[in-house]
């Protein structure tokens, strides 16, 4: 399962757990990271953005080349 969002053209957007072998996708950063759920415990180190990923400060792994 997957979607096409008109903010990220040529972008498409996975759910991780659709994935044949979800347990080899590694995150590499968070967005929308003000918008999640108050009991959501996300205790890494990645970079973790407040906006979406067109809002972020620079271009995290490349997505919008």
């Given at each position: 399962?997957?979607?096409?969002?008109?903010?990220?053209?040529?972008?498409?957007?996975?759910?991780?757990?659709?994935?044949?072998?979800?347990?080899?996708?590694?995150?590499?950063?968070?967005?929308?990271?003000?918008?999640?759920?108050?009991?959501?415990?996300?205790?890494?180190?990645?970079?973790?953005?407040?906006?979406?990923?067109?809002?972020?400060?620079?271009d995290p792994d490349g997505?919008?080349?």
């Amino acid at each position: 399962m997957g979607f096409e969002a008109d903010h990220y053209p040529g972008g498409m957007h996975l759910y991780a757990p659709s994935m044949e072998n979800p347990e080899e996708f590694e995150p590499t950063f968070h967005v929308n990271y003000q918008s999640k759920l108050p009991w959501l415990k996300l205790n890494d180190e990645l970079p973790k953005f407040e906006g979406t990923l067109l809002h972020t400060p620079n271009d995290p792994d490349g997505y919008l080349t």
